[in-house]
């Protein structure tokens, strides 16, 4: 495992040490090179905790993956580099029942530098920050069109949101996820692992899925639909453009799209998620 080839895989080429500006740069190219996906699970094939499996995927194969894969490597790479990285577990927040996915659900990663704390996610996808968040204030934390926000409530961190067409002083915020700073190993997410791959209840089984970043939007391969999205600018509001995709055009909108060359097909798939009836 090569920390220069990895950097070679996401296009950065600046200075590798441990400063603010190289933490912040090295985590939007990730967002903007590996993407967030699940395809491994829909083409009969299977996600192993293991950061040599990682690297093989993401910087050999050129692939994506989801959280434990992506942020797994990610915090690889930052401790190669010098960072102080301690993996978090989180819990994403369902949009329709209110309810939390159980702990180990999502890793997220705490950069400390210079005595300033920073969270960062290059496993998200879209309601995903491009930039790591800071720990250290409630404040609104703005992100080219979109704000963010943690907020912590007796040793919890909430993750929120405020939809890009909605943005205000006092606008709603939309939880994203909760997250406690208990330092956890990648093997305690294991059972999440497993679950994100065989449960009706997540979104992983239920939906094959491949999004990433693009310069001024993003990509979004959902079962049969993609979608371009242009992020808003100050002469037009958020764009989005849909289409279905035929069986026989995937490996060309994988490749074309995302830079992904599945060794066995893709078996697509979109079916809605079981609802969580416990509380996490
Ligand atoms: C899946 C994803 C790419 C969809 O992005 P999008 O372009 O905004 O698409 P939509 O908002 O239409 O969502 C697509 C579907 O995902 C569902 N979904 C996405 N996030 C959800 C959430 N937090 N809770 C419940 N449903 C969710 C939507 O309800 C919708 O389902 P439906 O078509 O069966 O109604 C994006 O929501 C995403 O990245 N989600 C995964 C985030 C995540 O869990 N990451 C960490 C796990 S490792």
């Keep these: 495992m090569d920390v220069k080839t990895y950097l070679t895989r996401i296009g950065y080429s600046g200075p590798a040490e441990p400063t603010l500006d190289v933490l912040r740069s090295v985590h939007l ?9 699940n395809l491994t699970v829909h083409s009969g094939g299977r996600v192993q905790l293991d ?3 990682f690297y093989e995927k993401i910087v050999i194969q050129r692939r994506g993956g989801f959280c434990y894969e992506t942020n797994g490597l990610f915090s690889w ?3 190669k580099l010098g960072f102080q990285v301690t993996l978090l577990s989180g ?4 949009l329709k029942t209110g309810f939390y996915w159980p702990p180990f659900d999502h890793l997220i990663l705490l950069v400390t530098l210079d005595g300033k704390r920073w969270l960062c996610d290059g496993g998200f996808g879209s309601q995903g920050y491009s930039s790591p968040l800071s720990l250290d204030t409630s404040d609104p934390q703005k992100q080219g069109h979109k704000m963010y926000r943690i907020r912590e409530e007796e040793g919890m961190h909430f993750v929120e949101w405020q ?3 909605i943005r205000e002083p006092d606008g709603d915020w939309e939880t994203i996820y909760k997250f406690t700073l208990k330092p956890r190993c990648l093997e305690d997410f294991a059972e999440m692992c497993e679950y994100h791959q065989s449960s009706p209840c997540s979104i992983l089984f239920c939906k094959s899925l491949c999004t990433v970043l693009k310069p ?8 049969h639909r993609l979608t371009s999205t242009t992020f808003p600018t100050e002469t037009h ?5 849909t289409r279905e995709v035929k069986d026989e055009e995937i490996p060309q909108v994988l490749a074309e799209g ?5 060794k066995s097909p893709l078996i697509p798939k979109d079916e809605r998620m079981t609802p969580l009836t416990e509380m996490y």
């Design 163 to 165: 939809q890009e067409e």
């Design 216 to 223: 001024g939007g993003r990509l979004t391969f959902i079962g």
């Design 29 to 37: 190219h990730h967002q903007l090179s590996v993407p967030f996906e």
């Design 77 to 79: 790479m930052l401790r």
């Design 237 to 241: 509001g958020i764009k989005t453009s």
């Design 51 to 53: 950061l040599r499996l």
């Design 258 to 262: 995302f830079g992904i060359v599945l």
């Design 91 to 94: 819990q994403v927040k369902c």
